[in-house]
Nanobody, 129 residues
Framework: QVQVVESGGGLVQSGGSLRLSCAASGSKFFSIDDMGWYRQAPGKQRELVASITKDGSTDYADSVQGRFAISRDNDLNMVFLQMSSLRPEDTAVYYC??????????????????????WGQGTQVTVSS
């Protein structure tokens, strides 16, 4: 069973900072590819905030470019989102997504990673004006 757990949300004033963390865990033999942070504000669709590949390449939404920084620790299977210069419009539930690969064997007994995305339960970030 794969578990993805976020932490670090809370209430902060405009201009403040928060750091979100996400930890993934599961079976003994696995591989994690992309990891990312998404957010969903009330009445809006879930949107990508930032993502990071296994080798550290990053991508950001235009709205957070220069204010947020995503990083990961491959040894700990964790991804982080450092948020600075927060604005009221950053208020949302923030979700972590992990591209998880479970080691399996095919019909010819050759190993491969079966890929599936897993989501965390979300953590609330509220920025007051």
């Amino acid at each position: 069973q794969v578990q993805v757990v976020e932490s670090g949300g809370g209430l902060v004033q405009s201009g403040g900072s928060l750091r979100l963390s996400c930890a993934a865990s599961g079976s003994k033999f696995f591989s994690i590819d992309d990891m990312g942070w998404y957010r969903q504000a009330p009445g809006k669709q879930r949107e990508l905030v930032a993502s990071i590949t296994k080798d550290g390449s990053t991508d950001y939404a235009d709205s957070v470019q220069g204010r947020f920084a995503i990083s990961r620790d491959n040894d700990l299977n964790m991804v982080f989102l450092q948020m600075s210069s927060l604005r009221p419009e950053d208020t949302a539930v923030y979700y972590c997504k992990v591209a998880w690969g479970e080691l399996e064997m095919d019909y010819d007994a050759r190993p491969y990673y079966k890929r599936k995305d897993y989501w965390g339960q979300g953590t609330q970030v509220t920025v007051s004006s």
